[in-house]
Every structure is written in structure tokens, then in C-alpha cells.
């Protein structure tokens, strides 16, 4: 009789676990696509971006397209991917940006997710000494930001990482051009150089530019056109040291013109008769 009641509660808690972990894995059933959707928000505020997307792929796998809760998922999900970064995440979150924006291009959050979109490129882009294409991504989709949302709260987010941007493109162009003028191929150089000067005026080391850019100028017998340079660079950064080698340059070079030059020998002078 004992082993009878030792077996009959045995079956009774082997029969009692399987339905126990079966409320506990379907416990998010009787909730509602707002709910789901409401919780996983909870969990990206606390950064748990893993247990966030699990909420949010559920309301994706009921398979319902809810005008008002559909797009809040959709960027939900690219939210929790681009909050774990590395490549692959950010792959994964610039897909969903992406779609949404197709999807929900006049949604109310369409800016919000133009603008991470364009921080997935740009969370992708190399070091200056680097191929520079993503950069180039990245700063079309922060430009898109200010063209098609300009009332939008992240235009002057994207105006700051256009202007990081751009001095990341002309760092590459100084570094390259740096690269000519060591090498001796001042021509390649001063194009570099010219190049920053129109397309990034707003470029933190133009001081530099200048004084590189006059150098090469002189190098190729053109110290009109060098001294242009290096005047502007005293004007505009007269406390940096490119001020101060360029015009050590400067004195170098008029000191060199002004040096008298042996005449020309006559032709056939010195010969024997």
C-alpha cells in the first residue's frame, strides 16, 4: 500500500512538470500585441536587447498587421539589434531601418529611424588611413535626415556627424596627399590638397592643408601661388605651429630667390687656342 501511494504521487509530479513549464514558456499567450510590445520597450530602456527582441518576435510571429503597433515593432527589433552593435547586429538593424522606412515612410518616427540608419554606417566606418565608402554612406543618410525631415529634432544630431564626417574624408585626402608630397609627386599632392580646401572647408587642420599645399606649390616653381597660402594661413592661424613653419618657409624661400646666381660661361670661354 505504501509503494502504491510512493508511485501514485511520483506519476503526480511527473504529470504536474511538463504542465508547469508549459504556463511558464506560454505565459506571454493571453497578452494583447500592445502588451508585448509595451514590455519589450520596457527592456530596451534596461538595455536587455536580446530579452527585448524575443517579446517583439512574438507579436511578429501571430502573424497580425496592426496599423499602429506593426512599424513601433519593426523598429523595436532593428532598435535591439543596433543597441548589441558588432557587424553583424548592425547588418541585422540597418535591414529593419530600412524596411520601415519603405514601409512607413510618413510615420511619425520615420526621422528617428533615417538618422539610425545613418548611425549604422557610420559605426561602420574605418579609420582615416582606410577605405573611406562607408563614410561616404553614412553621411548621404544623415544628409537625407535634414532634406526630407527638417523640422525633425535629429537635424542638428545629423549636422554633428556630418561635419565628424567630413573631416574623417579630409584626413584621408591630407593623409593621401601627404603620402605624394614625401614621395616627391607635388603634383598629385597639391590636387589633394585643393580638393579639402573646396570640399571640406570646414576642415579642423586646414592650417596644415595650407602650409603642405604652399610647400608643394614652391617645389613646383610656383612661390607666387605658395606664398598665397601661407599668407592665409598667418592670417587665419597665426598661433599654430604650421604659422610658424610656414614662415620659416617663407623666409627660406625669398632668401634663396635673392641669392645671387653665377653668370652663365660663355661658350667655348676657357678654350685653349
Request: charged share 30%.
Amino acid at each position: 500500500m505504501r509503494q502504491s501511494r510512493t508511485l501514485l504521487l511520483a506519476l503526480a509530479v511527473a504529470l504536474a512538470l511538463p504542465s508547469a513549464a508549459w504556463a511558464k514558456r506560454d505565459r506571454y499567450a493571453d497578452l494583447s500585441d500592445r502588451q508585448l510590445y509595451d514590455l519589450g520597450a520596457k527592456e530596451l530602456e534596461k538595455e536587455n536587447f536580446y530579452k527585448a527582441r524575443t517579446l517583439f518576435e512574438r507579436v511578429v510571429k501571430r502573424g497580425k498587421d496592426d496599423p499602429e503597433i506593426s512599424p513601433l515593432v519593426l523598429l523595436g527589433l532593428a532598435d535591439s539589434y543596433f543597441g548589441k552593435k558588432g557587424v553583424l547586429n548592425l547588418t541585422e538593424a540597418t535591414s529593419r531601418y530600412s524596411s520601415f522606412l519603405t514601409f512607413y515612410p510618413t510615420h511619425a518616427r520615420a526621422d528617428y529611424a533615417q538618422y539610425q540608419l545613418a548611425l549604422c554606417h557610420f559605426q561602420q566606418v574605418y579609420a582615416a588611413d582606410r577605405d573611406q565608402k562607408e563614410t561616404r554612406v553614412a553621411l548621404d543618410e544623415f544628409r537625407k535626415v535634414q532634406a526630407q525631415f527638417p523640422e525633425s529634432p535629429y537635424v542638428d544630431l545629423a549636422g554633428e556627424k556630418l561635419l565628424e564626417g567630413s573631416d574623417l574624408l579630409a584626413e584621408h585626402e591630407f593623409r593621401v596627399g601627404t603620402f605624394y608630397h614625401e614621395g616627391g609627386r607635388y603634383l598629385g599632392a597639391i590636387g589633394r590638397y585643393l580638393t579639402i580646401l573646396d570640399r571640406y572647408p570646414r576642415y579642423v587642420g586646414k592650417d596644415k592643408v595650407y602650409y603642405y599645399l604652399a610647400h608643394s606649390l614652391m617645389r613646383t616653381e610656383r612661390p607666387e601661388e605658395g606664398a598665397v597660402y601661407l599668407e592665409k594661413l598667418r592670417e587665419t592661424y597665426p598661433d599654430s605651429e604650421w604659422a610658424q613653419k610656414g614662415a620659416r618657409l617663407l623666409r627660406a624661400t625669398e632668401a634663396a630667390s635673392a641669392a645671387p646666381t653665377a653668370p652663365a660661361t660663355p661658350a667655348g670661354a676657357g678654350e685653349s687656342r
